[in-house]
């Protein structure tokens, strides 16, 4: 099915917790025992981070203008960090910010000159 999709679960919140930054290359291994809140700030500074959840531990990475991932190339609409990318993506849409809600939309849309996407329709897409 994803195979067949823009990449519209690419648009959605992307929830991390510390592994899936070490795993992705954002935080050494050794930043681990630091104060996530602290990770957090740095990382807010960076535009890595749009929010930090103290309570959850969970990370919000931060998003491109247009609700992209920072990690999906803008042209191809493929992941850039695919063998790293976090649980959320790994597991989407079993886990995230809406569990069992999946964007789908197909790739059966006209391109323009640009490269954009126009004319994607939603289409339903069984529960998981």
Do not use: W
Request: glycine residues 6%; charged residues 30%; contains cysteine.
């Amino acid at each position: 099915m994803c195979g067949g999709c823009v990449s519209s679960c690419c648009t959605l919140p992307v929830e991390v917790k510390i592994k899936d930054l070490i795993r992705i290359g954002i935080v050494d291994e050794f930043e681990r025992g630091d104060p996530a809140k602290n990770i957090a700030k740095r990382l807010q500074k960076e535009g890595i981070v749009e929010r930090y959840n103290q309570k959850s531990e969970i990370f919000t990475l931060q998003r491109m203008s247009n609700n992209d991932c920072l990690y999906l190339d803008r042209k191809s609409r493929l992941c850039t960090i695919y063998d790293k990318r976090p649980d959320t993506c790994r597991n989407h849409p079993k886990i995230g910010p809406r569990p069992g809600y999946c964007a789908y939309k197909p790739k059966d849309v006209v391109r323009q000159e640009s490269g954009s996407l126009k004319n994607a329709t939603s289409a339903p897409v069984p529960k998981f």
